[in-house]
């Protein structure tokens, strides 16, 4: 089985990702695991984040490596929270604190469209000069009322009015096949098996 680094220790996008790759006989270990820091993410845009991770953990490890920078753009707020996602409400990381930052940015605002947005990164090392890049977005809108026990992050707030759900109302298998980290997933997977 091919090892590839996931740039990330978030435990919940490396089960996501995990099930769509374990079938092509990719195990994704997490660079936590392989002592591997995480990397800075200073850029303005999901792209450069995504690659500034990937090569970090490939240079640390040796190993190809798969980042995923990904967050939510919501229309009336200029694309806030954008790159800033997991750290709108500051630090320490906290969803909670970022979905009621969220909520009282939106109070009063008519215009709830937002989309997930996520850039995925593989390198097959550190210094790769054309890394694989895949680009998915999810539309929807922003409600007033958590709904949901699945997911993570603002998926309780994150309505899909084609599934009449939020996302953390979806099963696995529905959210991975239409989120934004699911479609950038599988056009990674197309240029994948080109390699394979």
């Known amino acids: 089985m091919q090892k590839i680094v996931l740039a990330s220790n978030n435990a919940k996008k490396l ?22 820091p995480e990397a800075e993410e200073p850029h303005h845009t999901f792209l450069e ?28 707020l200029g694309g806030a929270p954008g790159v800033q ?6 630090e320490p990381k906290s969803d909670a ?13 008519a215009d709830r469209r937002a989309h997930f947005v996520s850039l995925l990164v593989l390198v097959r090392h550190g210094d790769d000069p054309q890394p694989l890049v895949a680009e998915g977005e999810w539309h929807g809108e922003i409600i007033d009322q958590y709904r949901g026990e699945g997911g ?9 009015p084609a599934e009449k759900a939020t996302a953390a109302e979806l099963s696995a298998e529905v959210k991975n096949r239409l989120s934004h980290r699911g479609q950038a997933m599988a056009r990674l997977l197309e240029r994948l098996k080109l390699e394979l």
């Open 49 to 76: 984040n995504a690659l500034a991770k990937a090569r970090h953990a490939a240079q640390l490890t040796g190993l190809p490596a798969l980042a995923d920078d990904s967050g939510l753009c919501v229309k009336a």
């Open 97 to 109: 604190r970022n979905n009621e930052k969220l909520l009282a940015a939106l109070t009063g605002v």
């Open 85 to 90: 996602s997991a750290r709108y409400a500051g």
């Open 15 to 36: 089960k996501e990702l995990s099930a769509l790759l374990t079938p092509l006989g990719i195990q994704l270990i997490p660079q936590g695991e392989l002592g591997v």
């Open 152 to 160: 993570f992050g603002y998926d309780p707030l994150f309505y899909v």
